[in-house]
């Protein structure tokens, strides 16, 4: 991992992920039929577009730290996506 290896092991073609997202839909099929008021947040956004999913950002800055812990920086970005995704999902639910 970065800083100690180059960018471009941050960045793959949506194939990987896609080869995920069956066993995600089953997840979340499974769960939406016993408790149908569930709702789910997906975090890719931040990672992927439309071609490729990458762990950094357009100026290089890593959104994981490792393979498997989210970044501070990264936390910080996906905090702001999921803010806007719960303010648009959970808008009635929300108190201030």
């Not at 956004?45 to 762990?55: A, E, I, P, V, Y």
């Not at 730290?65 to 970005?77: A, F, N, T, V, W």
């Amino acid at each position: 991992m970065r800083p100690f290896s180059s960018a471009e092991g941050c960045i793959s073609d949506l194939k990987e992920r896609n080869t995920l997202i069956p066993f995600h839909q089953a997840v979340i099929k499974a769960i939406s039929k016993t408790n149908p008021s569930v709702i789910f947040f997906d975090p890719n956004d931040l990672f992927c577009d439309s071609k490729k999913c990458s762990m950094i950002d357009a100026n290089g800055l890593p959104f994981y730290r490792d393979q498997l812990h989210i970044s501070e920086y990264g936390s910080i970005k996906l905090l702001g996506l999921f803010q806007k995704w719960a303010e648009k999902n959970l808008s009635e639910k929300i108190t201030t």
